[in-house]
C-alpha cells in the first residue's frame, strides 16, 4: 500500500544528505518535494514555523547536525564557546543540548498556533533519545537488556573509584549527549596495565575526534583525556564483549518503526568501536541471520521493538544493539532518534523514510 501524497515540512539544514535523501524518497513515491526550512531561519526569526504549516502537513524534525553554522548557533545559544568545527574539534555537548532543547520548546510552542498538522517525532523523544544517562535510566525500568552503568561520572578519579568498587576493569566512556561515536573510549585494564581505544586527539587543552581510532597505553595520558572530557558530561557503561562474525567484530542498528523491527545494519570492526564513518563497514546481514537462526533473529527484532516501546508513542527510532559471543545475550547500547539513515536497505520494497510516511499513515487512519 502507497500512502496517499501529504504536503511534507522537513526542518533541516537544507543543503544536508539527510534532507537530499528523504527528497529523493518523497520522489520515489510520487510524492510532491518536500519543503525544507532551516534551522538558522527558524533560530533568527526569519522563519515562523507556525507560518509555514499547512492544514494536514506532516512535520518531521531532522538532525541539525552536518552544518557548521547550525551547530555552532546552537552551542552559542546554550552558552558554550566557540570551537573549531571545520578542524573537527569536539564540540561542547553540553552547551549544544542546551541550544538545541532550547530550539526544539520554542518550536514546540511555535506549533501550538499552527493549523492541525502531524509530528513525525515528539520534542520529549528526540531530546531523551539524545541524553544516554535517561535513555539508560528509561531501558532499565522498562526491563530492557541494557549494559550496567556507573553513577554520574565526574573526574577519572571518581570513575575509577566507582569501577573498583564494583569489580570492573573494561569499561566504555561515552559522551551524555554525543553522536557517531563522538567522544567515545573503550577502556581496560590489569593490575598496572592499561589500554584504551579512543576516536578523539587530545592536543593541549583541545579535543578533537579523530577518523583514525587511536591507542594509548599510558595511565597519566588516559587520566589527562578522561578529565578533560568529563567537564561534557560522561556516560560510562560496563564493557561487555561483542560477538564474533565474519571475520570482525559486530553490533547492530535496527531502526524500529510503527512498533515493528525493519531494516537492520550489521556493523563490522576490527576493534571494539564499531561507527561505520570510522572506516569500518557494513557486515552481511543476511549470511548473519542464517548463522543466528529464525528463533534468535526474532529475539532480536523483540529486543529492538521493546526498546522503542519505552518511549511511548514514538513512531520510529535507531535502535543499535550487542550480541555477546555465542550469541549468549543481547543488550541495547543506544537509542537513537536520527538513527534511521540506512540508504540502501529496503524492507518490503520500501526505504526507512517510506516506511516511516507508511507507519504513520496506519497509525492514523
Do not use: C
Not at 40 to 59: F, H, I, K, Y
Not at 66 to 72: F, G
Not at 157 to 165: I, P, Q, V
Not at 203 to 211: P, V, Y
Request: proline share 5%.
Amino acid at each position: 500500500m502507497t500512502p496517499a501524497p501529504r504536503d511534507v515540512l522537513l526542518i533541516a539544514p537544507p543543503d544536508g544528505r539527510r534532507a537530499r535523501s528523504f527528497g529523493a524518497t518523497l520522489e520515489s513515491m510520487g510524492w510532491p518535494p518536500g519543503r525544507v526550512l532551516s534551522y538558522l531561519n527558524l533560530m533568527t526569526g526569519r522563519a515562523n514555523l507556525a507560518q509555514e504549516v499547512r492544514p494536514g502537513s506532516v512535520v518531521r524534525f531532522e538532525s541539525p547536525g552536518e552544518d557548521i553554522q547550525t551547530e555552532l548557533a546552537l552551542i552559542e545559544l546554550g552558552g558554550g564557546q566557540p570551537v573549531d568545527l571545520e578542524a573537527g574539534e569536539i564540540a561542547p555537548s553540553r552547551a549544544w543540548y542546551a541550544g538545541f532543547s532550547q530550539v526544539l520548546r520554542e518550536l514546540d510552542a511555535q506549533l501550538q498556533g499552527a493549523p492541525p498538522h502531524t509530528r513525525m517525532q515528539t520534542t520529549a523523544h528526540i531530546l531523551t533519545m539524545f541524553d544516554k544517562p535517561a535513555t539508560h535510566t528509561l531501558l532499565q525500568a522498562a526491563g530492557v537488556s541494557v549494559p550496567e552503568a556507573l553513577p554520574d561520572i565526574q573526574s577519572f578519579d571518581g570513575l575509577m573509584h566507582a569501577a573498583k568498587e564494583r569489580g570492573w576493569s573494561r569499561l566504555f566512556v561515552k559522551l551524555a549527549y554525543g553522536s557517531s561515536g563522538s567522544g567515545i573510549l573503550a577502556l581496560q585494564w590489569t593490575g598496572k596495565r592499561v589500554s584504551a581505544v579512543t576516536t578523539v586527539r587530545h592536543e593541549g587543552r583541545r579535543l578533537f575526534n579523530s577518523r583514525r581510532l587511536i591507542k594509548l597505553e599510558d595511565w597519566a595520558e588516559i587520566e589527562a583525556l578522561i578529565d578533560a572530557l568529563a567537564p561534557h558530561r560522561l556516560h560510562v557503561e560496563r564493557w561487555l564483549p561483542k560477538a564474533s562474525f565474519g571475520g570482525g567484530t559486530i553490533d547492530l542498528r535496527v531502526v524500529v518503526i510503527g512498533g515493528r523491527a525493519q531494516h537492520a545494519l550489521v556493523r563490522a570492526s576490527r576493534g571494539p568501536i564499531t561507527n561505520l564513518h570510522l572506516g569500518n563497514e557494513r557486515g552481511d546481514i543476511e549470511a548473519l541471520k542464517a548463522g543466528l537462526g529464525a528463533e534468535r533473529w526474532a529475539e532480536v527484532g523483540r529486543t529492538a521493538e521493546a526498546a522503542l516501546a519505552a518511549f511511548p508513542g514514538a513512531l520510529y527510532g535507531g535502535v543499535d544493539l550487542l550480541l555477546t559471543p555465542g550469541w549468549k545475550r543481547q543488550a541495547v547500547l543506544e537509542v537513537n532518534a536520527f538513527g534511521d539513515y540506512h540508504r540502501g536497505v529496503l524492507v518490503d520494497g520500501w526505504d526507512t523514510y517510506a516506511a516511516e510516511l507508511l507507519a504513520l499513515e496506519v497509525r492514523n487512519a
